[in-house]
């Protein structure tokens, strides 16, 4: 057993034993007979005395019945007997025995001493050893009540120090409904997050490794081109401009994913904007680059949103998902971008028409280089929605994604007047 149980153990027992000894003593002492012992003394003399007193006066037969009903009555093991010595009889008295010559014969009247080691003798012993045996079963089924759990967040704490963030101790706790089982499922809770995330920062490991890889492989594959043919120096120069714009854009995406899950737990460095003017903004330079797609924009925005926010974050979440309308929209098709305004909330909706996602994939395409498994790949690294969400969220409102019933996918932004007290929501649709 750990330390603290006996700690807790040797506590609740000298409680509990010094609670009900205090308790039983002023009960005795409340009952208590004065002087019982001297009273016992004194009923043993007067037995002695009385069967004396028959036997001289009435005789032997007069003296046994007396001893016999006196038994009955009350047993002190007093008995009346001849002695072969008529010269005991000048034995002094003594407190349990009395010697009597009648009529020429010596009688000896006597009383059994007192057994030291009975029943009745341990009848006034039984309260304090009920006080002993009460006590130590209360403290340790106390003492082990309390120390199991945290005996199992011990040893999940651990566990977690030890990397093991599968480990779970809520089905430890027998059905306990306390705060000490509302712990556990809040360990289990973070571990689980904890779990999560070391999933993530393994998955986007191997998703920045693989993005990586691709650019930088072209590039040296020009190299090697260049090597062969230096009069494909334009071409290969032209062609290395590109990737390392592609890696530009992508080491610049995920140090913007980055800073945000860095600074999840920092303040906002908010301002007042109006976020509707930022939209239509965003949705003018939107429109000048659909052109090329023969895609047009169609938009219900209108009004004022004014809102404490932090305007670089807000912007790259509306541009992304626009921007990615624009990209995976049906060309000669359109898109529709509409804001409901309430007192505390503004909730934008922007649609495309174009392959949509798998209905398991709702969720899926927010998470780092995650991209629709039916998505026509137009470039991009699938970290765009990924910064929105965490962009939104950090504000305390939400993003989530549907399929409407023309086809084609739904993005829809809530982005509170003012940033949660507590951090992002957690709620997700």
């Known amino acids: 057993m750990p330390r603290l149980f006996w700690k807790f153990f040797t506590i609740i027992w000298l409680t509990l034993a010094t609670t009900v000894a205090v308790i039983i003593i002023i009960v005795k002492l409340l009952q208590a007979v004065p002087f019982a012992k001297e009273l016992e003394e004194e009923r043993r003399t007067l037995v002695l005395n009385l069967t004396e007193n028959v036997l001289v006066q009435d005789g032997e037969d007069a003296a046994a019945h007396f001893v016999r009903m006196s038994e009955k009555t009350r047993p002190l093991g007093l008995t009346l007997s001849k002695v072969a010595d008529a010269n005991a009889c000048a034995q002094e008295k003594t407190a349990d025995t009395r010697s009597v010559l009648r009529d020429g014969v010596c009688y000896r009247i006597s009383l059994s001493t007192p057994i030291s080691f009975s029943l009745e003798t341990l009848a006034p012993l039984m309260p304090w050893i009920t006080i002993l045996i009460s006590a130590t079963i209360s403290a340790g089924a106390l003492a082990r009540y309390l120390i199991r759990p945290v005996v199992h967040l011990r040893d999940g704490l651990s566990a977690l120090a030890h990397g093991r963030f599968d480990f779970r101790i809520g089905d430890k706790m ?8 509302a712990l556990a ?30 650019p930088l492989s072209r590039l040296q594959a020009a190299v090697g081109v260049l090597r062969q043919n230096p009069a494909k120096l334009d071409l290969m120069l032209d062609r290395m401009d590109r990737e390392v714009e592609r890696l530009d854009v992508l080491v610049g995406e995920i140090l913007t994913l980055a800073r945000l899950n860095a600074g999840a737990s ?12 930022l939209l239509n903004e965003i949705l003018g330079d939107a429109a ?19 809102a404490e926010v932090e305007g670089e974050l807000i912007y790259r979440a509306l541009e992304n998902v626009i921007r990615n309308a624009v990209k995976y929209t049906a060309p000669h098709s359109s898109i529709s971008v509409s804001c409901e305004t309430t007192t505390d909330l503004l909730k934008i909706r922007v649609t495309d ?22 998505a026509v790949p137009e470039g991009g690294y699938g970290l765009g929605l990924a910064i929105t969400r965490q962009a939104v969220e950090r504000h305390g409102g939400r993003v989530a994604a549907s399929l ?24 997700r649709a």
């Open 185 to 214: 499922h809040d360990f289990d809770s973070s571990a689980a997050r904890l779990e999560e995330l070391q999933h993530a920062q393994q998955r986007l490991f191997h998703d920045v490794s693989h993005e990586l890889r691709s």
């Open 404 to 427: 409407p019933a023309a086809g084609g996918l739904a993005l829809t932004l809530e982005i509170p007047r003012r940033p949660a007290m507590f951090g992002p929501t957690s709620d």
């Open 288 to 306: 000048f680059e659909a052109q090329a797609r023969e895609v047009s924009i169609t938009s219900n925005v209108g009004g004022i949103f004014l």
């Open 266 to 277: 920092l303040p906002l460095k908010t301002q007042s904007l109006d976020v509707i003017e």
């Open 353 to 374: 028409q174009g392959p949509g996602v798998g209905r398991d994939e709702l969720e899926r395409i927010f998470q780092p280089f995650s991209r629709g498994d039916d």
């Open 174 to 181: 027998a059905g306990r409904k306390d705060e000490v089982t």
